[in-house]
C-alpha cells in the first residue's frame, strides 16, 4: 500500500516546466553528463526549460540541438513526472523518446555525450527516481510519476502506468 503523501497533490503546481529525452539507436542510448544547472554532474537525458510560448516537442527539440548539437527525428512523449522538491523549485517534467536523429553528437558547454549499451544504464550516477521510469520508457509504455524529495533522496513515490495524454497538454 502507498503511503499517504507528504505534500497535496491536488493543490500543487510546478514552478517550472522542463522536458527530457531518451534516444535509443542500435541498442544503445544516447545520454548526457551535464556540465551546468541543476543535476550538473549527473547523467540524464538532454533537456531543459520550457521557453514562454513554447511547445514541451518544440523544447525538447531546441534542448537537444543546444546541448548536444543534434536534432531528434520524431521525438514521441511517453511520460509526465511530477517532482516536488525541498529546496528547488518544483517541476512538472515531459519525457521523450526518440529512435533517431540527425547530425553528430558533440560535447558542449552544457554537456558531454554518453552512449550506453541499454542493459549498461549507469542508474547509480542519475537522479533517483530514473530508475523507477526509464525502463518503463524504453518499453515504449507510457507512464504518469510523481516524486518527492528531500535533497538529493526520493521520499514519497506513486507511478502510474499507460497513462492517457490530454492533447491539450497538462493541467498544472
Ligand atoms: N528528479 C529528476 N530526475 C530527472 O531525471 N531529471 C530531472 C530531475 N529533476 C530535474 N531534472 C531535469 C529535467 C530537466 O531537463 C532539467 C531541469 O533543470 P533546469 O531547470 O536546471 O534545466 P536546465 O539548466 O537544463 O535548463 P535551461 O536553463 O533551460 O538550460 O533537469
Not at 541543476?38 to 510560448?53: E, H, M, R, V
Not at 547509480?124 to 521510469?133: C, S
Not at 538529493?152 to 497538454?169: A, K
Request: charged content about 30%; some cysteine; glycine content about 8%.
Amino acid at each position: 500500500m502507498t503511503p499517504p503523501s507528504p505534500i497535496d497533490w491536488a493543490s500543487w503546481r510546478a514552478e517550472i516546466h522542463a522536458t527530457l529525452l531518451f534516444i535509443v539507436r542500435d541498442g544503445e542510448i544516447l545520454l548526457i553528463e551535464k556540465k551546468r544547472g541543476l543535476g550538473a554532474g549527473k547523467i540524464n537525458g538532454p533537456g531543459g526549460k520550457i521557453d514562454p510560448g513554447e511547445t514541451p516537442l518544440e523544447c525538447v527539440v531546441r534542448e537537444t540541438r543546444e546541448e548536444l548539437g543534434i536534432t531528434a527525428k520524431r521525438p514521441r512523449k511517453l511520460g509526465e513526472l511530477h517532482f516536488a522538491m525541498s529546496d528547488v523549485p518544483d517541476i512538472l517534467c515531459h519525457v521523450f523518446l526518440a529512435r533517431d536523429f540527425s547530425g553528430q553528437p558533440v560535447e558542449t558547454e552544457e554537456a558531454k555525450p554518453l552512449w550506453y549499451k541499454l542493459g549498461d544504464i549507469p542508474y547509480e550516477r542519475m537522479w533517483k527516481d530514473d530508475i523507477h521510469w526509464l525502463p518503463v520508457l524504453l518499453d515504449e509504455r507510457s507512464f504518469h510519476g510523481r516524486f518527492v524529495f528531500e535533497g538529493e533522496e526520493v521520499v514519497w513515490q506513486d507511478m502510474q502506468l499507460d497513462t492517457y495524454w490530454d492533447p491539450e497538454g497538462p493541467r498544472h
